[in-house]
């Protein structure tokens, strides 16, 4: 830990930011890496669960999706099984919906990734610039400078390296990072189109479908007696 402080004190007051930054990042990091995690939990077992309910009772089904409601597959199905007998498009377009807003919250934090990959380096830059400018400052070339002029400008030379290199290792740690979040992201946006396709078939043939006699089908009523004209 000392050697910690160390660094932020060798660095100079451009590791104030950069510790800041540093903070900021790794909770967004901790915060969508347990999101991934409980979103992946039971993921297909919910979604086939919903599935095979589906084919012999949408109320089954809806109990099933409402129950796993706090995680994104489940609220992704209870969408259009809780709208109670609508047409195959109004059931498509609460599919889509409901994946846009998890999709929504799937890309929260990068954001603040993206702005981690172009801000660090360049604080780490801006940290070169002021300890070399410490270094030339504490140079007294041709002036027969002392052993503490010495010792300044080989402290301005650490503090440029030293916020070079912080500033790199975030940025490049946070890119890695982002670009595992966007690989999931994208993964998951193709899953949910999958099982959303799935449950959209299994309600149009099922239960929709002109002819299908379901109980949970409404029937549509029969046709009037045509009406003979006489002369």
Request: charged share 20%; aromatic share 8%; hydrophobic share 45%.
């Amino acid at each position: 830990m000392s050697t910690l402080f160390d660094l932020l004190y060798k660095g100079g007051p451009v590791m104030v930011p950069l510790a800041g930054l540093s903070l900021l990042t790794v909770s967004c990091i901790l915060e969508r890496s347990l999101y991934w995690f409980q979103l992946s939990r039971g993921e297909d077992r919910i979604a086939h669960d919903v599935l095979d309910a589906a084919r012999y009772s949408l109320d089954e089904a809806r109990a099933i999706a409402e129950r796993y409601k706090d995680l994104p597959i489940g609220r992704f199905l209870l969408a259009p099984l809780k709208l109670g007998h609508p047409t195959p498009e109004t059931f498509s377009l609460a599919l889509e919906a409901a994946g846009d807003q998890e999709l929504v919250e799937m890309r929260k934090g990068d954001k603040l990734l993206e702005t981690t990959v172009a801000i660090a380096p360049l604080l780490g830059l801006l940290g070169t610039v002021t300890g070399l400018i410490v270094t030339f400052t504490n140079l007294n070339i041709g002036g027969g400078g002392t052993g503490a002029d010495t010792s300044k400008a080989a402290a301005g030379i650490g503090e440029s390296l030293i916020t070079t290199a912080a500033g790199m290792v975030l940025a490049i740690m946070a890119l890695a990072i982002f670009r595992v979040f966007v690989t999931l992201q994208a993964r998951q946006g193709d899953y949910f189109a999958k099982i959303g396709s799935e449950l959209e078939v299994i309600y149009r043939h099922v239960w929709y479908e002109p002819g299908n006699l379901n109980g949970d089908h409404p029937i549509a009523p029969p046709l009037a007696d045509p009406v003979t004209i006489t002369h």
